[in-house]
């Protein structure tokens, strides 16, 4: 467990620990607590803090107003409850309760809205329902617009989340375009290794895949690469793969290859994983020594870290028999 966690777990002690005073002022107290079960990601027990404190409200405060502006964030981070636990319908449910409250106090470009938008436009699109997800994402983008220089970082988030959304429906040109738009901001920001620029440098790398663009699709995901760290396995083996698919549509060999040989590697598994890919491309393209050349590197790293009878290693193995019956 983390300092963090620790600190958290004593100040949920606490807060529990404290005798009540008044119903009403109780819902303070169950308030506080379920932002201490969000932060340690415990939903479920959230949304029972949230519901205890709303029902207190409505039995106990003589002042309550069922449109209170005060509920409209109640509602607004019960829906990031339910969104976290896979319920999405109801999660939409509460962020549109949190809108309509706050439409009767604030003007419709208040930059509170802009959270509630942002979090509705993430569920929609996790629910399937991009339409919708448009709707709301480009609601946060205009009011960000109005609040935030065109520059700011926020702005490049929420353009490669439009970007997401369009690249789940099919629509490569205002998916390249959005991710254009957040690439040319981070760009700006002066940080050479801002974690969004491999994201963003993937769609557009994957946009160009789609469109048969193959110099571009190999820059970009060059790009992203060079932004990976040397300790991002998984983002590594992302990448191979996208550059194993230009390989199957160009042949471009060369490409797959050139990027593992200019990048230290330190996973003995994620080399090993590597040689056998490309073992694999060579296979397909027939060139059979060089496809045993690659199983029988992936054999040496492999044998560096799992046992002589680990399933990887008699595959690899079973791998050159086919080969050598081929040469």
Known sequence: MTNGDNGRKNALEIYLSLKPINPVSNTTIYSNIDNVF????????????????????????SSFIKDDLGLALIYNNIG???????????????????????????PSNHPSFGITYSNLSDTCRT?????????????TVDIHLLTLPKDHIDLAKLYNAMANIYIVSEN????????????EIVLNQMEQKHPLLTTIYNNIATICLNEYQYELTIKYFKCAFDEIGSSDTIGHAVIYNNLGEIYRKTG????????????????TSEIATTFNNIGALYQLNG??????????????FDLTSLSGNHPNIIQTKQQISLIDALL
């Open 252 to 267: 471009a060999e060369a490409i797959y290859e050139g990027i593992y040989s200019q990048h230290s590697l330190a996973n």
């Open 127 to 139: 629910n399937g329902n991009y339409k919708i997800a448009l709707k709301y994402c480009q609601k």
């Open 172 to 183: 490569s040109i205002k998916a390249k375009k959005n991710d254009e738009l957040a690439l």
């Open 38 to 61: 969000v932060e340690l990601a415990d939903y479920k027990q959230a949304l029972e803090m949230y519901n205890t404190a709303l029902e207190l409200l409505r039995l106990h405060d």
């Open 287 to 300: 060139e059979y020594k060089l496809t045993r050349e690659n199983y029988e590197n992936s054999l040496v």
């Open 80 to 106: 990031g409850c339910y969104n976290q636990n896979g319920q999405y319908n109801r999660s939409i449910e509460n962020y549109e309760k949190s809108i309509s409250i706050k439409l009767k106090y604030l």
